[in-house]
C-alpha cells in the first residue's frame, strides 16, 4: 500500500537533510526536466517530462526504491556542483598522479603525437616512449 504524498515528500526533505540540502519533490510536470512523483493506486511513478513530452517513466510499489531513484538525483546534483566548484584548471590527472607538479595543476596539457600512433596529453611523457 503506497503512502500520501505527503508523507512521502516528508521523507524525502528528512533525507535531504540529512545530506545537507533541501529537497523539493514535485508533482507536476517541471518546465526543466527534473522529475516528479506520481503515486496512482499502489504504485508510484517517477516522471521526467520536458517542454511537454514525458522523457523516462518508471514504475515501482516500493517506496524506498522510489526514494533511492529521488536521492541518486539529488547526490548527482551535488557532485556535479562540487566538480563545478573544485575544478582543476590543469591536467584532469593531476589530483591523483605520482607525477604531477605545479604546472600539470595550472596548464592543461595538449594532446600531442609521442611516437607514431601514440598520443599522449601529458607535460612528461617523453617523445618516443610507447607503452607496451
Ligand atoms: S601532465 Fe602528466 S605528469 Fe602532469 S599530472 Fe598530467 S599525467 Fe601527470
Known sequence: MSV???????????LCRELGTEGVLNTVPQAFGAPQVEIIGD????????????YE???T????ELLYWLISDVVSEMAGDFELKHRIKGCVFAGRCLH?????????PALESKAPGH?????YAPKGAVAA
Open 43 to 54: 504504485n508510484y511513478h517517477y516522471v521526467v517530462c520536458e517542454r511537454g513530452s514525458e
Open 57 to 59: 517513466r518508471k514504475t
Open 4 to 14: 500520501s504524498i505527503q508523507k512521502l515528500r516528508t521523507e524525502y526533505k528528512s
Open 119 to 123: 598520443l599522449a596529453a601529458c607535460h
Open 61 to 64: 510499489t516500493d517506496k524506498q
Open 100 to 108: 604531477a607538479t605545479e604546472l600539470c595543476r595550472q596548464v592543461a
